[in-house]
């Protein structure tokens, strides 16, 4: 009976630890070699896990608009920053720093993907500072 109850959970332990395994790392996705700066308007937020996104509409030199992607951290990551699904809304005006994705494939949705360092708003406010880079320093 206790060999049953060691390998159930032995097994428990092992099945809620999948999850941490299959979460990508910031060198397996991003190239922190690959600096971004842009400036635009915030299309929409998800406040999701594992990481929260931020899609964000920026005119390029022709006048077109081009969508970036911006992974940012967890959720639960940004509220202990004492952020909240309201401190970025659809329609503000950003300014956001960070590192564009390695493949430079975009999107299903046709956005360019990139990992968040540091959003600013047009009122100097930081927000959704960090990133999941495991070296990147927000004051950068």
Known sequence: MRLIAALAIGCGLLCSSLPLMAHHSFAAEYDSKKTITVHGIVQKVAWVNPHAYVWVDVKDENGKVVTYAFE??????????????????AGDEVTVDGYLAKDGKPLADGSIHANSKLITLADGRKVFAG???DTADPSK
């Open 131 to 133: 990133s999941s880079a």
């Open 72 to 89: 940012s951290l967890s959720p639960n990551a940004l509220m202990r920053g004492g952020w909240t699904r309201n401190s970025l809304k």
